[in-house]
């Protein structure tokens, strides 16, 4: 986003919020005040377009009562263009992993093929281990597997982190995988 572009949205919030730019004592000029805003939200919107900033602000003045800070702005973009993960998503991404057939003694090679947010969730559950020889929907397990997803999950994004959907996405279709005891699995 450009410096002028970041002008236009910095007048948005204004007329919506009058009071957004006042003379303070750290900064009695307000049209140094209003530069200095200019210059952070340009520097922190630098690689947003402009058309997701105003958007953003626009959602924001539908509901805020006081005027948007940066993160109020970067927390909407955030959860905007995020794609939404669900704790059901990484009970599949366990799931396949457990008919990948690794032992449960292999908790390295496991973990190695797990998101951050599974691991987390296989953790709170006892481990590799305890989750492999557990009673298939087993409800406990499950339960709290959901809920360590579901607490990580809302923990990340209430901190702007986006789901990293590489571990998932390069998981290897199920017929190429090598089973126990064939041979192939080292």
């Not at 004592?25 to 058309?51: G, Q």
């Not at 263009?81 to 032992?103: F, Y």
């Not at 996405?169 to 089973?179: A, F, G, H």
Request: net charge negative.
């Amino acid at each position: 986003m450009t410096r002028l572009e970041t002008i236009g949205i910095i007048e948005l919030i204004r007329r919506a919020y009058p009071r957004f730019i006042e003379p303070s004592a750290w900064e009695p000029d307000v049209e140094k005040a209003v530069s200095n805003v200019v210059d952070l939200w340009t520097e922190m919107f630098a690689t947003d377009h402009a058309n997701t900033v105003v958007g953003a602000v626009k959602q924001y003045i539908r509901v805020g009562k006081f005027p948007p800070t940066v993160a109020d702005i970067q927390a909407i973009i955030t959860d905007a263009t995020t794609p939404k993960v669900m704790p059901g998503d990484i009970w599949q991404e366990c799931h396949r992993l457990l008919n990948w057939t690794i032992s449960p003694e292999d908790e390295e090679r496991a973990y190695a093929n797990m998101s951050d947010i599974c691991r987390e969730a296989v953790l709170a559950v006892g481990g590799w281990y305890a989750l492999s020889m557990s009673p298939e929907n087993d409800p406990y397990i499950r339960r709290t597997f959901m809920q360590a997803a579901q607490s990580r999950i809302q923990r990340d994004r209430e901190y702007g982190i986006p789901f990293d959907w590489s571990k998932v996405n390069r998981l290897v279709p199920m017929d190429e995988v090598p089973r126990l005891g064939d041979g192939t699995d080292g």
